[in-house]
Every structure is written in structure tokens, then in C-alpha cells.
């Protein structure tokens, strides 16, 4: 158990549909990051929240947003969704200055119909 | 051309080998190197970072990074059936206060007794 925790760990949906997911840091890491793997893409970088703010985006669709709360667990906002956005979600959190140091959480895995 | 190129496998080989992980990239800035260890879809886990040129050990893995030719390897003594998993690298681009990650594709192992 790597101490990050996310809900729900299964999601299936309609096309068109928005979603959320929910990504509980472990405590007292700063730093939440977002990433997306399918099959055919492999594990894909969205975003990194710390501590609040944005810090970096990786390949992270206009439809998708996220946000870092004060209580710093973050979501992951996902709207139109498409048949494509199937995949499983992932959050990692890490600490400075150790950021390299990720620590994954279970994933939700998003289903579109 | 993939920023981050690694053979998917399948790589099968006997219990107590040595196995060679491998992954070229082509962005010089890239600055942390990692590797991770994937189980049946779950959360990836950390297994090794490197941040210079050389070799850096642990137990009976052993991360090797080549900057000048871009090349970073994982090696695997003495291998066993739950080392059976999906090796990711990744590598890290410092973005002004952030970090982007990118991963390799992944290469499946099976060890086999």
C-alpha cells in the first residue's frame, strides 16, 4: 500500500458524460500528478499540482481539468468524454525535495460507453 | 519518433538469469532516470532513480545510465518468478517548477521456473 488512495476504482459512463476522480495524497507529500494509461498509449503525463498551484502539463486534453484543494487531495475533472478517454487514471504524490520519488496510487479505471 | 523508446517484449527467461531492461531517448534535458515495476495493471512502483552517468545498485538491481548515448538499462540478478511484471522507465524534464515525466512503453517480463 503505497498511501496514496483514489476513488472510485471503477467508473463506466456514457459518451458525453463528465466524471470526476479523486486522488488522496499521501500525508504530508505536497505534490499530486496525474497520468493516463491505455494500451495503445502506453502511461501518459496530464498534469502536476503542488501544493495548490500547477506546476507542469503534460499531454492533458482541454476537456480534462484538475485541481489541488487546500486539504491537498486533488481532482480530476473529465467532460465530453469520448469512447478514446477509456483508460485507467492514475495518481502519484511525492515530497520535496525528493520529487523524483513518486508514489503511485491504485488507479481508477474509467470505462466509456 | 517517441521521446522514449523501449521494447515491449515479451522478454521470457529462466528463474536465476540476469535480464537486461533497455530504454533510448532522444531529449538531452531529460535529468532524472527511473524505473518502474508494474503489476497487472496496478499502481506502478519506484525501483530505482539515477540523476548522473554511472551505475547505482541495489540488491539485485542494478540501474545504468549512458548520457552520452542516451541510453539507461535495468539489470535483474538472479531473477525470480515474482520479479514476473511490466519495467517501465521514465524520465524527468524540469519544467519551471514542475516536473514532466515521461514513460517508455514498458516491457514485459516473465521469469519462469
Known amino acids: 500500500d503505497s498511501g496514496v488512495t483514489q476513488t472510485p476504482k471503477h467508473l463506466i459512463t456514457a459518451t458525453g458524460q463528465r466524471v470526476t476522480l479523486r486522488c488522496s495524497p499521501r500525508?504530508?507529500?505536497?505534490?499530486v500528478y496525474w497520468y493516463q494509461q491505455s494500451l495503445d498509449q502506453g502511461l501518459q503525463f496530464l498534469i502536476q499540482?503542488?501544493?495548490?498551484?500547477?506546476?507542469a502539463k503534460g499531454n492533458i486534453l482541454e476537456r480534462f481539468s484538475a485541481q489541488q484543494f487546500p486539504d491537498l487531495h486533488s481532482e480530476l475533472n473529465l467532460s465530453s468524454l469520448e469512447l478514446g478517454d477509456s483508460a485507467l487514471y492514475f495518481c502519484?504524490?511525492?515530497?520535496?525535495?525528493?520529487?523524483?520519488?513518486?508514489?503511485f496510487g491504485p488507479g481508477t479505471r474509467l470505462t466509456v460507453l | 519518433q517517441k521521446e522514449v523508446e523501449q521494447d515491449p517484449g515479451p522478454l521470457s527467461v529462466p528463474e536465476g538469469a540476469i535480464v537486461s531492461l533497455n530504454c533510448t531517448y532522444s531529449?538531452?534535458?531529460?535529468?532524472?532516470f527511473m524505473w518502474y515495476r508494474q503489476y497487472s495493471r496496478k499502481g506502478p512502483e519506484l525501483l530505482m532513480y539515477?540523476?548522473?552517468?554511472g551505475n547505482k545498485e541495489d540488491g539485485r538491481f542494478t540501474a545504468q545510465v549512458d548520457k552520452s548515448s542516451k541510453y539507461i538499462s535495468l539489470f535483474i540478478r538472479d531473477s525470480q518468478p515474482s520479479d514476473s511484471a511490466t519495467y517501465l522507465c521514465?524520465?524527468?524534464?524540469?519544467?519551471?517548477?514542475?516536473?514532466?515525466?515521461?514513460f517508455g512503453t514498458g516491457t514485459q517480463l516473465k521469469v519462469e521456473l
Open positions: 500525508s504530508g507529500d505536497l505534490s
Open positions: 539515477t540523476y548522473s552517468s
Open positions: 502519484a504524490s511525492s515530497a520535496p525535495p525528493l520529487v523524483d520519488t513518486q508514489y
Open positions: 531529449n538531452s534535458a531529460f535529468q532524472y
Open positions: 499540482y503542488y501544493n495548490g498551484e500547477e506546476r
Open positions: 521514465a524520465m524527468i524534464l524540469p519544467t519551471g517548477g514542475g516536473n514532466k515525466l515521461t
